[in-house]
């Protein structure tokens, strides 16, 4: 789980280099790609992880990244407000970048560790399920980032009640 979630986290570092490396043309495309992985991959921690942490003896280490996930939509939001043909697009879209970055390092060190003392398998395998398929759904999905974190949310949550 760690691995996967690692994995995630480098793909998101990969999508946000690709914002930075497009040209004005392919640039709304970019941004749209990481936003929409970004959103799958929230959700199934929003869903699945954040809550588990919150019932271990650190329950603060959860309820931090689940207050550093509202920053990160709040900082989108600002982006998606600014547009990116804006002047203060770059500045915008590097605060979102530290703010992304600095969370995915907090869940790396400090929530994943603290998780993997008592995850059960079966649970282990519904995360893992879950990051799968909200990988693969970002391609399809459409809207702002609130849309697509509503919509993978929504889908997670059926897919953890199925389960
Ligand atoms: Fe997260
Ligand atoms: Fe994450």
């Known amino acids: ?3 996967a979630i690692t994995a995630q986290h480098a793909e998101i570092t990969r999508l946000v280099a690709s914002v930075h490396a497009a040209d004005g043309a392919g640039r709304p495309d970019a941004l749209h790609q990481l936003l929409a992985y970004l959103a ?5 921690e ?14 603060e280490v959860g309820a931090e990244r689940v207050a550093e996930e509202e920053g990160i939509g709040q900082q989108v939001q600002r982006l998606e407000d600014a547009g990116i043909d804006s002047p203060v697009f770059l ?9 992304i970055s600095q969370h995915a ?8 560790p603290l998780l993997l003392e008592d995850i059960d398998s079966a649970r282990a395998a519904l995360v893992l399920h879950a990051l799968h398929e909200q990988a693969s759904a970002s ?3 459409t809207g702002s ?3 697509m974190l509503e919509t993978a949310t929504h889908d997670v949550r059926g897919l953890a009640a199925r389960h």
Do not use: C, I, Y
Request: glycine share 4%; aromatic share 4%.
């Open 105 to 112: 390092k907090a869940e790396e060190e400090r929530e994943l």
């Open 46 to 59: 929003e869903v699945l992880l954040h809550p588990s942490a919150q019932s271990t003896a650190e329950p």
């Open 145 to 147: 980032f609130a849309e």
């Open 139 to 141: 391609a399809r999905r």
């Open 91 to 99: 500045t915008q879209f590097g605060l979102m970048e530290e703010a």
């Open 1 to 3: 789980m760690l691995a």
């Open 40 to 44: 799958g991959h929230e959700a199934v």
